[in-house]
């Protein structure tokens, strides 16, 4: 089921195409997302793993948070910088 904001929603989308695993569990969180290359030079785990939240106080920055993750995983700048 996608969530029910539609820039959170959007922002998932963008996190699932680049490879991101989208679990959702229920309570205060919504679901999580895993980063595809859960590596251990992965800056301590710290995008390797985030919480989307149900009901966020300002879903659209929210949104912008969960993009931010996905673009920031260190394998995702590897990637990035190969491509330079």
């Known amino acids: ?3 029910q904001n539609k820039e959170i929603a959007a922002a998932l989308e963008y996190a699932s195409n680049k490879g991101w695993r989208i679990i959702e569990s229920g ?3 919504w679901g999580q ?3 595809p290359d859960n590596d251990k030079d992965c800056r301590c785990g ?3 793993k985030a919480s989307i939240w149900s009901t966020p106080k300002n879903p659209q920055n929210h ?3 969960i993009r931010r993750i996905v673009d920031n995983g260190i394998m995702q700048k590897n ?3 190969k491509e330079e």
Do not use: G
Request: with cysteine; hydrophobic share 35%; proline share 6%.
């Open 1 to 3: 089921m996608p969530h």
């Open 27 to 29: 309570s205060h969180a």
């Open 33 to 35: 997302i895993y980063c």
């Open 46 to 48: 710290e995008f390797c």
């Open 63 to 65: 949104a912008k948070q």
């Open 79 to 81: 990637t990035v910088n």
